[in-house]
């Protein structure tokens, strides 16, 4: 299957912890990678190589995987963290990659 | 600090050309694959091509293989993306990315430009 798939919205409490997963049978190979997209911005990485964040990223911020999911878990979440998610991996192939179809992040 | 700066989306009628340029600079462009990323007015990322530091080794998705082709300058620190053949479904914001081939992650992104087909 060369797809990833999400849920296509996701609310979450202030403060609460949520967790965002993506499906794809090329993630039992692959890791995958998460962007935060924020309206009329570009995307901004916040989790790669399963759970690794990059400089600048708050550590509210985690990725873990199992079989063919990958999750990224927002641990208190802040009214700033309302944003469209999107997972990346790459196909079975290797060569092409792959964007999940986005989730959107409510904060409440 | 990276930056990419992309420029050349414009308005085209349908079968037109279209040629897109990524400005790098603030890190080694010769030993960086970059890539490009399109975004649909309302929808989701879609992932377009990547080309290697060398420039050896490109990388397209099925949507726009034949008619896209991802190319660079490294005198310039510039990759470009020619876009022929253009169909009212390539209308998208294009996102210029640095990628990581060994994370398989792209790291750093431009503001994007948009290209726009219609008649």
């Known amino acids: 299957s060369s797809e990833l798939t999400q849920d296509p919205a996701v609310s979450v409490a202030l403060g609460q912890t949520v967790r965002i997963t993506c499906q794809g049978d090329?993630?039992?190979?692959?890791?995958g990678s998460w962007y935060q997209q924020k309206p009329g911005q570009a995307p901004v990485v916040v989790i790669y190589?399963?759970?690794t964040r990059p400089s600048g990223i708050p550590d509210r911020f985690s990725g873990s995987s199992s079989g063919n999911t990958i999750s990224l878990t927002i641990t208190g979440a802040q009214a700033e963290d309302e944003a469209d998610y999107y997972c990346?991996?790459?196909?079975?192939?290797?060569?092409?990659?792959?964007f999940g179809g986005g989730t959107k992040l409510t904060v409440l | 600090e990276v930056q990419l700066l992309e420029s050349g989306g414009d308005l085209v009628q349908p079968g037109e050309s279209l040629r897109l340029s990524c400005a790098a600079s603030?890190?080694?462009?010769?030993?960086?694959?970059m890539g490009w990323v399109r975004q649909a007015p309302g929808k989701g990322l879609e992932w377009v091509s990547v080309?290697?530091?060398?420039?050896?080794?490109?990388y397209y998705a099925d949507s726009v293989k034949g008619r896209f082709t991802i190319s660079r300058d490294s005198s310039k620190n510039t990759v470009f993306l020619q876009l022929n053949s253009l169909r009212a479904e390539d209308t998208a914001d294009y996102y210029c990315?640095?990628?990581?081939?060994?994370?398989?992650?792209?790291?750093?992104w431009g503001q994007g430009t948009l290209v726009t087909v219609s008649s």
């Open positions: 990346q991996s790459r196909d079975s192939s290797g060569n092409h990659l792959l």
């Open positions: 603030g890190f080694t462009f010769s030993s960086s694959a």
């Open positions: 990315a640095k990628y990581s081939g060994t994370d398989k992650v792209f790291t750093h």
């Open positions: 090329s993630l039992r190979d692959y890791y």
């Open positions: 190589a399963k759970n």
């Open positions: 080309i290697s530091g060398s420039g050896g080794s490109t």
